[in-house]
C-alpha cells in the first residue's frame, strides 16, 4: 500500500478549519486537523504546494519515517506553520493505521491507561455573578474541573470573557470577521495589566465562597504579565488553590518561570503556542512547569506530542492539552486517544464544538461524568463530511489584538 493522494480541504462551518485526507492506494483514508487560527491559508498552501507532491507513492505505514522527513527536508524546521502541516499529515497516517487494524487509535498507543479523561470547561462571565451563573451550569452538566475568566472593572472587552445566554453555549473567542466592506483586520482591545492583578484574586475569593474548596479551578493569564507580574499574581491566587495558572508569561524566555517558581507553589501550565520539544528543554528540565498546553494539532500530531510527553514523563510533569473550539474535532480526537494511553496524562481542555461543526465532522467521542473518552470506532473515530463541509466556506477572520491605554501594542 502507498499513499495515493493528499486532499487539503478548507472550511468555515462556524469557524475555519482546514484538514489533510490522505487516501492509499486501496481506499482507506486518514484525517489531519492542521487548522491554524488566522494563519489557515499558510498551513494549507504549505501543505498542497510543498508537502503533498512530495508524499504520493510513500509507504503509508512508516509514519515515524513520514514525521522525520516532513521535520528535515524542509531545511527551514520548526514554526506553526510547517508544524502544523506536519501535525495534519502525521495523524492521517495514524488514523489510516488504526483504521487497517481495525481498531481505536489509543489501543495502538499501547492501549488505555485510564477510564476516561479528565476534562476542564471555559466558565466566563464580565461579572462575578455572571461568572458564577456559567460556573455553576458546567458542574450540573458533571464538569470537576473550571477554567474562569471575568470581566476587569474598567476593560471592556478581553480575552476570554463572554456573557453565556442562561443555560445556553456561546461561540467562545469567535476569530474577528472583517465589517462588510470595511477593510479585513484585527479588532483592538484595551490591556491594564495593573487593574487585572488588583481584581483577578477577588474572583478566585469568589467562586470559592460560593462553590467550596472541590471543583478545580483553572486560569488562563494569556501571555498578558511580565516575570515578576506573574509571580505576584501566582502568590496572590495561590490561598484559593488554583488547579493551574497558565500562560502567566508568554513562556518563549523559558528561563523567567524560574522567577515565578521561586515565588509561589502555583502549579504552572504553559506550551499551546509551543510546537516542538525543544520548546520546552529548559520547562521540563528544571521543572519550571506542571503541566504541558501543546496539542496534537501544533506540536507535530501524534508523533510529536508524544515525543514531548514522553521526555515530560521522565520529570513528572504531565499533559494538559490544548482543545478550543479552534483545535477541530479532528485534533481533538488525536489528543484524546494520546490522553488515554500515556501515564502521564493531567487534564483535558473541553469546548464542545458548535452544532454546525458536529455538522460538517462527524464524531464519536463522548463526555460522560465530567470524564472524555475518544470512543471505539477505528481510527481516530472522526468523519468529513465534504458535501457539508462545501456549504462553508472559508471566512477571512482573525485574532484579536490587544494595546495598553496608550496604545502600546501587548500581548493578547
Ligand atoms: C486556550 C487558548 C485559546 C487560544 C486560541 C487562539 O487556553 O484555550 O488560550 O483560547 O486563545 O486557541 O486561537
Ligand atoms: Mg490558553
Known amino acids: ?6 486532499d487539503v480541504n478548507v472550511t468555515s462551518p462556524g469557524r475555519n478549519f482546514v484538514t489533510v485526507q490522505v487516501t492509499t492506494s486501496d481506499g482507506l483514508t486518514g484525517l489531519g486537523d492542521a487548522t491554524l487560527n488566522g494563519r489557515e491559508l499558510a498551513v494549507a498552501s ?14 503509508e505505514s512508516q509514519i515515524e519515517s513520514t514525521w522525520q522527513y516532513l521535520y528535515r527536508s524542509p531545511y527551514w524546521r520548526r514554526g506553526p506553520v510547517t508544524m502544523s502541516a ?50 455553576r451550569g458546567y458542574l450540573e452538566q458533571g464538569f470537576q474541573a473550571v477554567r474562569i ?3 476587569v472593572p474598567g476593560l471592556e472587552e478581553i480575552y476570554g470573557v463572554h456573557d453565556a445566554s442562561p443555560g445556553g453555549k456561546y461561540e467562545y473567542e469567535p476569530a474577528g470577521r472583517p465589517a462588510s466592506g470595511g477593510p479585513l483586520r484585527p479588532t483592538e482591545e484595551t490591556w491594564d495589566t495593573r487593574a487585572y492583578l488588583r481584581h483577578l484574586p477577588t474572583v478566585f475569593a469568589g467562586v470559592r465562597e460560593e462553590f467550596g474548596p472541590e471543583p478545580r479551578l483553572l486560569h488562563d493569564g494569556h501571555h498578558r504579565m511580565s516575570p515578576i507580574e506573574a509571580a505576584r499574581l501566582a502568590k496572590d491566587i495561590e490561598p484559593y488553590d488554583p488547579f493551574w495558572l497558565e500562560d502567566c508569561t508568554p513562556g518563549e524566555d523559558q ?42 494539532t501544533h506540536a507535530g500530531g501524534i508523533t510529536g506530542l508524544r515525543q514531548i510527553m514522553s521526555f515530560a514523563a521522565v520529570y513528572g510533569i504531565r499533559s494538559g492539552f490544548h482543545g478550543p473550539t479552534d483545535v477541530s474535532p479532528v485534533g ?47 481510527g481516530l473515530g472522526v468523519e468529513l463530511d465534504l458535501e457539508a463541509a462545501a456549504a462553508h466556506e472559508y471566512q477571512p477572520a482573525y485574532l484579536p489584538v490587544n494595546r495598553l491605554r496608550d496604545g502600546t501594542v501587548h500581548d493578547w
Do not use: C
Open 1 to 6: 500500500m502507498a499513499i495515493d493522494r493528499i
Open 46 to 59: 504549505y501543505l498542497r504546494d510543498h508537502v503533498a507532491p512530495t508524499l504520493i507513492g510513500r509507504d
Open 86 to 135: 506536519i501535525s495534519a499529515i502525521d495523524m492521517a497516517l495514524w488514523d489510516i493505521a488504526a483504521k487497517k487494524a481495525g481498531e481505536p487509535l489509543y489501543k495502538l498507543l499501547g492501549g488505555a491507561s485510564r477510564t476516561g479523561l479528565l476534562s476542564y470547561a471555559h466558565a466566563s462571565g464580565t461579572t462575578l455573578e455572571r461568572l458564577n451563573d456559567a460556573i
Open 149 to 151: 475568566q471575568a470581566g
Open 255 to 296: 528561563a523567567v518561570l524560574r522567577l515565578v517558581r521561586q515565588h509561589s507553589v502555583t502549579p504552572l501550565a504553559i506550551g499551546e503556542v509551543f510546537n516542538s520539544v525543544h520548546d520546552y528543554q529548559t520547562l521540563i528540565t528544571e521543572r519550571l512547569i506542571d503541566y504541558v498546553r501543546s496539542s496534537a
Open 332 to 378: 481533538m480526537a488525536a489528543n484524546l486517544h494520546l490522553g488515554l494511553a500515556i501515564h502521564n496524562f493531567g487534564i483535558q481542555e473541553y469546548m464542545p464544538h458548535s452544532e454546525t461543526t458536529l455538522s460538517v465532522f462527524r464524531t464519536s467521542y463522548r463526555f460522560e461524568g465530567g470524564l472524555l473518552h475518544p470512543g471505539e470506532t477505528p
